[in-house]
């Protein structure tokens, strides 16, 4: 009888170190794997589709050249619209003296063209044209190099002082294209240039070298003075909304969805992505600024956790 109730005695006590000790150890755990929990604050954004691509820039320019060898004295400012007509540009002949008749000795190099004046040129001017970018053999023209040049005091007998460019005339461009595909003549295409979105109409494919010739709906600014430069494809329309890291997405059973903090304590919420990109998804129905796990993995539902990292 005595050794029946000591046994008892010791089924009791194991039995109730071992709750102790698993309570500890769970305890423990808890607070360790709680304490291993990042969390970032759903914001609001957007998740953007573009691409930058190479751009090669064709307007109708005409080369202004120098009659006479002599010194240049420009009238027209860099920049500034002339009309067909109008003077740009004196240039006054070598060894003649300050003050001579014009009409003896100074030569006026009127505007044959309205449209922007520059005195900047690359000797492009003839080469890199619309007509040339859709007719001819873009491997060869691509390859020109262009040598920008801006006239000193001054210039020689034939040499281009500057460049007339017809502002009322659409710009056209070349863009090199790493693929082709859901692209098509007549199709338009948004693109970005420096500060300036606007959407160009494709008017021819190319394979070699691969890429699309493309028209604006007006002059581009800017691509006068720089024929080659990079520019932004968009090539879907943004998507804003509230955004999250992706690495905060975790499929619990079939349900896709991510852990929240709300009020102390992690909990699973089933979501839905509206888009996404390499590193962020757009959520729907998720509140801005809600604490969400970036480090999500089975056995976090139902945590008392703190917030400490954000």
């Given at each position: 009888m005595e050794g029946k109730r000591r046994k008892q005695y010791y089924w009791f006590w194991g039995i109730l170190f071992i709750?102790?000790?698993?309570?500890?150890?769970?305890s423990y755990r808890s607070t360790y794997i709680a304490g291993t929990i990042k969390f970032v604050t759903a914001q609001t954004g957007t998740i953007n589709h573009e691409h930058s691509v190479a751009a090669t820039f064709a307007n109708q320019e005409l080369p202004v050249i120098a009659p006479l060898s002599g010194k240049v004295q420009y009238i027209a400012e860099d920049g500034q619209r002339i009309r067909r007509g109008?003077?740009?540009?004196?240039?006054?002949p070598e060894g003649a003296a300050p003050g001579t008749k014009e009409s003896l000795q100074n030569q006026t190099i009127t505007a044959a063209m309205g449209g922007l004046f520059f005195r900047q040129s690359d000797g492009l001017e003839t080469i890199l044209t619309s007509e040339n970018l859709i007719m001819m053999d873009l491997n060869k023209l691509l390859t020109q190099t262009s040598q920008v040049r801006v006239v000193g005091a001054t210039a020689q007998a034939g040499e281009i002082i500057g460049k007339i460019v017809n502002n009322l005339v659409p710009t056209v461009a070349f863009l090199e294209m790493s693929s082709l595909d859901g692209l098509s003549n007549g199709k338009s295409i948004r693109l970005t240039i420096a500060n300036q979105t606007v959407s160009a109409k494709i008017l021819r494919k190319s394979d070699q070298p691969k890429g699309v010739i493309v028209q604006f709906p007006h002059y581009i600014d800017g691509t006068t003075a720089q024929r080659r430069q990079e520019v932004t494809w968009i090539y879907r329309p943004p998507t804003n909304g509230i955004l999250i890291p992706k690495t905060a997405l975790w499929t619990q059973g079939e349900e896709l969805g991510v852990f929240l903090w709300s009020e102390g304590v992690v909990e699973f919420r089933k979501v839905k992505v509206l888009d996404e990109d390499d590193d962020m998804a757009c959520i729907e129905n998720l509140p801005s600024g809600i604490p969400?796990?970036?480090?999500?993995?089975?056995?976090l539902e139902g945590l008392v956790a703190k917030v400490k990292n954000i």
């Open positions: 709750v102790l000790v698993s309570g500890i150890v769970w109008e003077p740009a540009a004196v240039v006054l969400v796990v970036i480090t999500p993995r089975e056995g």
